[in-house]
């Protein structure tokens, strides 16, 4: 995706948390949660990926980090990242950088913490693997990657498709591409739990774990009882991967 497609009013009006952000003053819940989900302790290097407007390197400045850098290739990101560092009152110590994921500005074994939240479906599938690769690189003999990503791909392309076809044959019309504008302009590379434990494997960590997180995404579902099926098929393990609308994993270089 060219960089020009992540402009300002993408970051102020589309981004996550960006109802909450209010030029930097005020930081979304979910970056603190991220953060804790993570396992982020006072002490750590950490390195974000797809800053954004910089809430999560502010966070991680103000919890004590020993080094936060955030990395953005977008340039009204970098413009809005350093907004927040200021308004937090954290520029001393924490930066976001313009830069290329693909060839990250830091040394090798240098980071403990490296995140990359609601980036990897912005990433073509061999883009993926390249920043995969260098991540591996930058982390630390004890270092971890902790990514989110969003949608749960099987959540449109499997559970979505079969009510739609269920609300045909009742008569029904459900629109044919569940996805917002945003998803379909800027997704390439939506994963579902077994995709994104595979490239993991496959660029090299040998442990990695991946799990649903707890939404249940159902804005896209354009009758009720349809949205308490997505709720109903979420509230039971054999289930859950048709329905819960977010991913977390964590990958470390070693075994243990």
């Known amino acids: 995706m060219p960089p020009t497609l992540y402009d300002e009013e993408y970051y102020r009006h589309a981004c996550a948390g960006s109802d909450e952000w209010h030029n930097g003053a005020d930081v979304a819940g979910l970056y603190p949660g991220i953060m804790a989900k993570a396992g982020f302790r006072a002490g750590e290097s950490l390195l974000d990926i797809g800053a954004g407007r910089g809430e999560l390197v502010a966070v991680a400045a103000a919890q004590g980090a020993s080094r936060a850098i955030g990395i953005d290739y977008s340039e009204a990101a970098v413009r809005l990242a350093s907004q927040t560092l200021q308004a937090q009152g954290v520029a001393d110590r924490a930066q976001v950088r313009l830069g290329d994921a693909r060839n990250l500005p830091v040394d090798d074994g240098s980071i403990d913490l490296v995140t990359m939240v609601d ?138």
């Open 119 to 256: 980036v990897v479906e912005h990433l073509s599938p061999a883009e993926l693997e390249d920043v995969l690769t260098e991540v591996r690189r930058v982390l630390g003999p004890s270092g971890r990657l902790f990514i989110h990503t969003m949608p749960n791909r099987s959540i449109y392309d499997v559970t979505y498709r079969v009510m739609r076809f269920g609300a045909r044959l009742a008569g029904r019309s459900w629109p044919a591409e569940p996805r917002n504008s945003y998803e379909q302009s800027m997704h390439v590379n939506e994963q579902t739990r077994s995709s994104l434990r595979r490239v993991l494997r496959r660029v090299g960590y040998q442990r990695v774990e991946v799990r649903f997180g707890d939404f249940v995404y159902t804005d896209f579902v354009p009758s009720a009882r349809g949205r308490r099926i997505y709720r109903e098929l979420a509230r039971h393990r054999p289930t859950a991967w048709l329905a819960r609308g977010e991913l977390f994993a964590t990958a470390w270089n070693r075994a243990s």
